[in-house]
């Protein structure tokens, strides 16, 4: 259970990581559909893109800051200084700098914990003049050391940051070992509000993201549909759900309003929403099993973690196939106008299992009630 029930203040990255999985590619008026869409749905911060990238990209930023959205806005940079001045050009009240916290990311960047540590104090200085707020980022946090963690969250509250990203980069934590550390890096007195970003390389983004928020981290990093580099990142509809209905966490998450936003996402980046991805999928609410249909016409919360309507999606759907039980072709047939006896049950049944090893598919509701119209005829033509 979480150490306390609070609200989370989810960040979305959609604009800035997300763009980053190969092959993705927003045009600017995507850009501001989307950011408008966030908004719309609850989001309390937008990563919305990185100066750095050019001009285009500059501007598109400066476009989204004039939408006057009701969230903060914040651009993405690296620790260098020129980033910083062209962040500035942007306009947003808010600025992310991304510092090296491992040793093989320092290694990679030729620098040592002692000038990471030095260009933190400067950095923040310097961006505190032109930004309203401040957030640094440890990046590849998950493979760095305790006590190099500790020390850059404290500096980073001496300088006047007011946010530190604890990032698992590379997607290789645990849920377990991030419980454990952001619980130890919860320094009493810093007064800095700890923030998760989760990759997926090994499928546990979304768990480990809601395990940070267990363990006292008050932010989290998400994405639409989990949109980002390689396997993708924490994904902002599951993430605000499972807060919601597993955690007695709160969020400012609509999640009634969520599927339109990921399907405008899955459709701008060109990357399909998995049929069986959660909260959105479309078969996140269908049903088969016999005895799974049998118990949802009970009682949905059988099988149903939590009520289809309550993340904007239709009714649970039962469809109909080689697993599929008499009871539930007889409660939906009565549902839409076909009562049937369950004789008559049994052998639609034997009909859509048929169909549906035929079509290599699922038999839909639309298919039974088909089946069930031509029976009928069929008896009325064969009558004395």
């Not at 700098?97 to 491992?102: G, R, T, V």
């Not at 760095?144 to 006047?160: H, K, Q, V, Y």
């Not at 759907?317 to 049937?340: C, I, M, N, Y």
Request: charge should be positive; aromatic fraction near 4%; glycine fraction near 10%.
């Amino acid at each position: 259970m979480p150490l306390t029930h609070k609200r989370i203040w989810l960040i979305d990255s959609t604009l800035r990581d997300g763009e980053q999985a190969p092959g993705v590619a927003f045009s600017a008026r995507e850009k501001l559909a989307i950011a408008e869409m966030l908004a719309a749905v609850g989001v309390d911060e937008l990563e919305a893109g990185t100066p750095a990238m050019g001009l285009s990209e500059r501007r598109t930023l400066r476009e989204i800051r004039a939408l006057g959205l009701p969230c903060r806005l914040t651009c993405w940079c690296r620790a260098l200084s020129g980033d910083l001045k062209l962040a500035g050009r942007c306009g947003t009240e808010s600025v992310h700098i991304s510092f090296p916290a491992s040793p093989i990311h320092m290694n990679a960047l030729n620098t040592s914990e002692t000038e990471v540590l030095k260009r933190l104090k400067e950095l923040v200085g310097t961006a505190r003049n032109h930004f309203d707020h401040v957030s640094v980022g440890a990046q590849d946090a998950t493979r760095s050391t305790p006590d190099f963690l500790r020390e850059f969250i404290a500096r980073a509250s001496a300088a006047g940051a007011g946010r530190v990203r604890i990032a698992d980069t590379v997607g290789i934590a645990t849920p377990g070992s991030v419980y454990r550390m952001i619980r130890d890096l919860d320094i009493p007195g810093s007064g800095m509000a700890i923030e998760f970003h989760a990759h997926n390389d090994l499928g546990m983004a979304n768990a480990n993201a809601v395990s940070a928020a267990e363990a006292g981290a008050s932010a989290l990093s998400a994405t639409v549909n989990g949109l980002g580099e390689r396997a993708g990142n924490a994904a902002l509809e599951a993430v605000s759900a499972a807060l919601i209905f597993a955690t007695g966490h709160a969020c400012s998450i609509s999640l009634s309003s969520l599927a339109p936003l990921c399907e405008f996402v899955a459709r701008a980046s060109g990357r399909p929403i998995p049929a069986d991805q959660p909260v959105v999928g479309r078969a996140a609410f269908q049903h088969e099993s016999g005895i799974h249909c049998d118990g949802l016409i009970k009682d949905p919360r059988t099988y149903q973690p939590f009520p289809a309507g309550a993340v904007g999606r239709a009714e649970l759907e039962f469809v109909f196939g080689k697993h599929s039980g008499s009871r539930a072709v007889q409660h939906l047939l009565a549902k839409t106008g076909f009562p049937v006896d369950r004789p008559e049950a049994l052998r639609l049944l034997r009909t859509a299992r048929r169909c549906a090893g035929k079509k290599g598919r699922t038999v839909t509701l639309d298919d039974l009630i088909e089946i069930h119209r031509r029976n009928a005829g069929d008896d009325r033509r064969s009558a004395p």
